[in-house]
């Protein structure tokens, strides 16, 4: 008998892949936050490096997000930060440029105007990511879209 001590059973590997994905899209939300951040406010980085390049490097030319079960895409260049996002089932396209970021291996799009705003982040490690869009359409009526890619590196989707 093993007073005072409490034991757990171990935690089987679904249960820690979800906990995982679901930490991983904790730190999507939270990383929006951080879009100020410039090189030169990360560990390490020298004056020279935050004058040349004053935002962490994009490992890609073109990042896709493609929802699994939709279709529905998001892509966008690194580093200038157009994006273009297609929703399959009603042909709704929206564009423009937002802010890329790359923080511990995950590399973000964000952007905020009156009419919008999109958090996207890809982990650049597994190739599986996240965006979530509020379009707003009218003053206190914001609809959601969401996009979530779980297969790695997957082909940019087409409608």
Same mark, same amino acid.
């Given at each position: 008998?093993?007073?005072?001590? *409490?034991?757990?059973?171990?935690?089987?590997?679904?249960?820690?892949?979800?906990?995982?994905?679901?930490?991983?899209?904790?730190?999507?939300?939270?990383?929006?936050?951080? &879009?100020?951040?410039?090189?030169? %406010?990360?560990?390490?980085? &020298?004056?020279?490096?935050?004058?040349?390049?004053?935002?962490?490097?994009?490992?890609?030319?073109?990042?896709?997000?493609?929802?699994?079960?939709?279709?529905?895409?998001?892509? @966008?260049?690194?580093?200038?930060?157009?994006?273009? @996002?297609?929703?399959?089932?009603?042909?709704?396209?929206?564009?423009? &440029?937002? *802010?890329?970021?790359?923080?511990?291996?995950?590399?973000?799009?964000?952007?905020?105007?009156?009419?919008?705003?999109?958090?996207?982040?890809?982990?650049?490690?597994?190739?599986?990511?996240? %965006? *979530?869009?509020? *379009?707003?359409?009218?003053?206190?009526?914001? !609809?959601?879209?969401?996009?979530? !890619?779980?297969?790695?590196?997957?082909?940019?989707?087409?409608?």
């Amino acid at each position: 008998m093993n007073k005072g001590r *409490v034991t757990s059973p171990p935690i089987s590997r679904s249960v820690a892949a979800r906990l995982a994905l679901g930490l991983a899209a904790l730190a999507l939300l939270l990383l929006p936050a951080a &879009t100020g951040i410039r090189r030169s %406010a990360l560990p390490g980085a &020298t004056a020279a490096e935050a004058a040349v390049a004053p935002v962490a490097s994009c490992p890609l030319a073109t990042v896709c997000l493609t929802d699994e079960r939709t279709g529905d895409h998001l892509s @966008y260049t690194c580093p200038a930060g157009t994006y273009t @996002y297609k929703r399959c089932s009603t042909g709704f396209t929206l564009t423009g &440029t937002g *802010v890329v970021n790359t923080v511990n291996g995950v590399e973000t799009l964000t952007d905020a105007k009156p009419d919008r705003r999109i958090n996207a982040g890809l982990l650049t490690g597994t190739g599986t990511g996240k %965006a *979530v869009i509020y *379009v707003i359409v009218a003053p206190g009526i914001i !609809q959601t879209l969401t996009i979530d !890619q779980t297969t790695p590196f997957k082909a940019c989707g087409t409608c």
